[in-house]
T-cell receptor
């Protein structure tokens, strides 16, 4: 069975551009969470979606948005990229959110 | 301000030695998880503890949740080079549906 898959694996963008990151959860999982992990730090919570509804939002600016589709896959969008947005973006899926999340390999975003 | 403080931040020891990693907070967590992360990969869940005082064992790894559910420890017995990695603790606050993460402990086991 496929685990959590994220695309692309690596991405280089210029300041001011927009980026869309994609995540497919484990089959049967209805919850997707997004995290940002800056080098040398633990992940920081960005969003959680469950059954296509936003269930939680971390302390990130409005430039960050996300959505979940009927097949439970998800997109994370970041507008007006800043150098500080460079990070590993992680997607995690779980049956109903919270305990026991399974992570994808992440998307390494570099903003230049 | 980090809600979950992990210590030590970095640990390099010889194969065969024992070690303990700590995760402390002033907040009470409904559950706490330990993950291991390899460079360029996502974290992999090792264990979830939910009951105060709970102890779980995973081969040479022993995880303990504090009685007050504010802290946790990970003890590795007879460390192996394959244990090398970044160990992260993450706590769930009530039903907030989000995980609060520590900054991680980078562990290197030298052969």
């Amino acid at each position: 069975d496929a685990g959590v898959t994220q695309s692309p694996t690596h991405l280089i963008k210029t300041r001011g551009q927009h980026v869309t990151l994609r995540c497919s959860p484990i089959s049967g999982h209805k919850s997707v969470s997004w995290y940002q992990q800056v080098l040398g730090q633990g992940p920081q919570f960005i969003f959680q979606y469950y059954e296509k509804e936003e269930r939680g939002r971390g302390n990130f600016p409005d430039r960050f948005s996300a959505r979940q589709f009927p097949n439970y896959s998800s997109e994370l969008n970041v507008n007006a990229l800043l150098l500080g947005d460079s990070a590993l973006y992680l997607c995690a899926s779980s049956l109903a959110g919270g305990v026991g999340a399974f992570f994808g390999q992440g998307t390494r975003l570099t903003v230049v | 301000t980090q809600l979950l403080e992990q210590s030590p931040q970095f640990l390099s020891i010889q194969e065969g030695e024992n070690l303990t990693v700590y995760c402390n907070s002033s907040s009470v967590f409904s559950s706490l998880q330990w993950y291991r992360q390899e460079p360029g990969e996502g974290p992999v869940l090792l264990v979830t503890v939910v009951t105060g005082g709970e102890v779980k064992k995973l081969k040479r790894l022993t995880f303990q949740f504090g009685d007050a559910r504010k802290d946790s420890s990970l003890h590795i017995t007879a460390a192996q080079p394959g244990d090398t990695g970044l160990y992260l603790c993450a706590g769930e606050l009530g039903n907030n549906y989000q995980l609060i993460w520590g900054a991680g402990t980078k562990l290197i086991i030298k052969p």
